[in-house]
């Protein structure tokens, strides 16, 4: 049988409404003549309120986000800590490259000869104003301002990795409400179908239409199903408390499931693969380590090479006598080129280990790169053929629920007629309960998995997400 238009309204109404949603957002429709005309205008409505709720339930998550990243201590940690490293440019800038300027100054009064003298008392003043400028030194200062520049690098990679790991820890918290809940309204359902089922066994076994081994089964099957609501219940709770953990409140009594915008996620495993090895927030923190630790190299290398320094000072002094009343003042400017050749530093046992220690440092660090390297490829494509197969589980977990609900009741309806047993009503039962629950919890690990892909391949912006990326910092 085709799908015609009006029988595609009837089934999204019916969708609709098991969404719980409708009640709330649009009045019912009232009966009309002429049905086709209804229905036409109904199609209007169904598409624009879905798309509101869409809009509203991303809304709502986006918002939580963001309050939520105000007050996360881990995303405020790193984002001081990157505030902090700046000053270490400006740091490096001045300790490499400007020079060093100082003022010196002594005030000295002697007494020469106590016996009567032409010169009994003298006092003297004396200032100089000396600057020192470093000309050469093996490339030290510009290695220690391009490793500066790097840690401040390095400190937004940590920022951002502090920033992915609050989302992917909101959104557990948030889908994981979410899912807690619907497994609660699952398992209550189970319970109430059940109750229901075991009232209508006993009173079929008082008119002789069902067996006593029929109750028997019916109330096992009840009271496994109040079991597995006290269960539930007990997750929903600690559901909530993460929730509040993470966002500051308790969570509204009506939360919708956020859309994905799936379009980030790479099309094939070798997309992944190449944005994971460009864009990976560790692989690239990684090769700053690396990259740093090679200019370490340098810095104490250079400790061993000549240095040549120009140095220029300027001092005045004064002497004055006290029985002469006289002064004398004078001026001196002296300039010099200072070249340093380091020969024995401690005894020999400073420079040289420093030096290969750093080295083989730095060799770690590279080699730490390549198996970092190494991991994030095959991690990339773990990733994404995870979310690939979540893809295809829902479509399937889906497909069974539809399945299994018609099962349900066709188990149902042939018990009544002695064609089912009992126990086979309560395996069909049983199946449907555990068809949606899985679905639910697939729904959150798919949205887990989402997030997961973007952060591994550097694709979790905010502004990605729809998030202001200008009131994030």
Not at 122 to 129: A, C, K, P, Q
Request: proline content about 3%; charged content about 20%.
């Amino acid at each position: 049988m085709k799908n015609t238009p009006n029988s595609w309204i009837r089934n999204a109404w019916k969708k609709s409404l098991l969404a719980g949603c409708w009640t709330l957002l649009i009045p019912c429709v009232c009966a009309q003549s002429d049905e086709k005309k209804a229905l036409a205008v109904d199609s209007k409505r169904v598409g624009s309120v879905a798309q509101s709720a869409a809009q509203s339930a991303n809304t709502h998550f986006l918002h939580m986000l963001q309050k939520g990243f105000f007050r996360d201590p881990k995303v405020q940690a790193a984002l001081e800590s990157y505030k902090g490293s700046k000053y270490d440019i400006a740091a490096a800038w001045f300790s490499s490259f400007m020079p060093n300027v100082s003022v010196s100054g002594q005030i000295r009064g002697s007494k020469k000869n106590p016996r009567p003298s032409p010169i009994d008392h003298t006092r003297s003043h004396t200032g100089s104003l000396n600057i020192s400028q470093n000309i050469f030194n093996s490339g030290a200062s510009y290695a220690q301002m391009r490793k500066a520049q790097l840690t401040t690098e390095k400190s937004i990679y940590d920022f951002q990795n502090a920033q992915n790991d609050y989302v992917l820890r909101a959104a557990g918290a948030y889908m994981g409400y979410i899912t807690a809940k619907r497994v609660v309204a699952v398992n209550q359902a189970s319970v109430r179908a059940l109750l229901k089922q075991y009232e209508s066994v006993k009173v079929r076994a008082e008119l002789g239409d069902s067996t006593l081994t029929d109750v028997a089964q019916a109330e096992v099957a009840y009271v496994q199903a109040q079991s597995k609501l006290l269960s539930a219940e007990s997750n929903f709770a600690t559901a909530i408390e993460a929730y509040q953990v993470i966002f500051d409140e308790l969570p509204p009594s009506v939360l919708h499931k956020p859309s994905l915008a799936e379009n980030l996620i790479p099309s094939s495993v070798k997309e992944m693969q190449m944005k994971s090895e460009k864009e990976n927030l560790e692989l690239r923190a990684q090769k700053i380590q690396a990259d740093s630790a090679q200019y370490d190299v340098t810095v104490t290398r250079a400790a061993l090479l000549p240095r040549v320094d120009a140095e220029a000072s300027i001092g005045h002094a004064e002497t004055s006598y006290t029985k002469l009343r006289g002064r004398h003042r004078a001026t001196t400017t002296d300039t010099a080129i200072k070249v340093t050749i380091p020969i024995i530093n401690n005894g020999g046992t400073s420079y040289i280990p420093s030096l290969m220690k750093v080295q083989h440092m730095a060799s770690s660090q590279m080699n730490a790169y390549q198996a970092k390297r190494e991991e994030v490829r095959i991690k990339a494509v773990q990733n994404w053929k995870e979310f690939m197969a979540l893809r295809k589980i829902l479509a399937h977990n889906q497909s069974e629920v539809k399945a299994a609900s018609l099962s349900l009741e066709g188990a149902r309806e042939e018990f009544k007629v002695g064609s089912r047993t009992m126990l086979e009503v309560l395996d069909s039962e049983a199946k449907y309960l555990q068809a949606q629950v899985q679905l639910a919890q697939n729904e959150q690990k798919y949205m887990a998995q989402f997030f997961m892909v973007l952060a591994f391949s550097g694709t979790l912006d905010p502004k990605n997400i729809g998030l202001d990326a200008a009131k994030l910092s």
